[in-house]
T-cell receptor, first 117, second 112 residues
Framework: KQEVTQIPAALSVPEGENLVLNCSFT??????LQWFRQDPGKGLTSLLL?????REQTSGRLNASLDKSSGRSTLYIAASQPGDSATYLC????????????????FGQGTILTVHP | DAGITQSPRHKVTETGTPVTLRCHQT?????MYWYRQDPGHGLRLIHY???????DKGEVSDGYSVSRSKTEDFLLTLESATSSQTSVYFC???????????FGQGTRLTVV
């Protein structure tokens, strides 16, 4: 069974700092990995999607990397701002024996990020 | 975000009553999913659909059923609500298997 772990569980940093969130998964047979942001009481907002054949994706101040063989992904946030405060979730799509699993995602527990002014 | 609307957004119901949650999408996405989010468990898949009238069970499907009679609507039914089904329920959609997944705003369900 695929297990996804996110470290740290919580992180508090001063504004302007660069930071890294970690995601690890136990089964490397994935077809993609997606990072989400969740604000309190809200839904999930997609940040970045990395296909299994890709090494990284960038969007603005965000950069996500994927090392499928070692079962790791990182989300790098540059020049953090108070508005970045949220819970960050990673989710992997697992390939089954038939070559797909209908787009089902397995989620980590999330990292709660607080950026203080 | 794929125009996903969940209804109701909040609901309080009594143990033993049936409850139906609705997910409506406007982007003609083929794949639709229901997840629940609970402290300590994260998000877990309840049921999913890979086309009209094509559905299957997820990780935590006991006590839930789904129906999809139209591309745009995916219904989640709790046949007889229990307190363990108190949770926040999220609907998600994606166009294709390898494309981005989008989530609705969630439905907070309380079973008393």
């Amino acid at each position: 069974k695929q297990e996804v772990t996110q470290i740290p569980a919580a992180l508090s940093v001063p504004e302007g700092e660069n930071l890294v969130l970690n995601c690890s998964f136990t089964d490397s047979a994935i077809y993609n990995l997606q990072w989400f942001r969740q604000d309190p009481g809200k839904g999930l907002t997609s940040l970045l999607l990395i296909q299994s054949s890709q090494r990284e994706q960038t969007s603005g101040r965000l950069n996500a990397s994927l090392d499928k063989s070692s079962g790791r992904s990182t989300l790098y946030i540059a020049a953090s701002q108070p508005g970045d405060s949220a819970t960050y979730l990673c989710a992997v799509g697992l390939l089954n024996a038939g070559g797909t699993s209908y787009g089902k995602l397995t989620f980590g527990q999330g990292t709660i990020l607080t950026v203080h002014p | 975000d794929a125009g996903i609307t969940q209804s109701p957004r909040h609901k309080v119901t009594e143990t033993g009553t049936p409850v139906t949650l609705r997910c409506h999408q406007t982007e003609n996405h083929r794949y639709m999913y229901w997840y629940r989010q609970d402290p300590g468990h994260g998000l877990r898949l309840i049921h999913y659909s890979y086309g009209v009238k094509d559905t299957d069970k997820g990780e935590v499907s006991d006590g839930y059923s789904v129906s999809r009679s139209k591309t745009e609507d995916f219904l989640l039914t709790l046949e007889s609500a229990t307190s363990s089904q108190t949770s926040v329920y999220f609907c998600a959609t994606r166009q294709g298997l390898y494309t981005e997944a989008f989530f609705g705003q969630g439905t907070r369900l309380t079973v008393v």
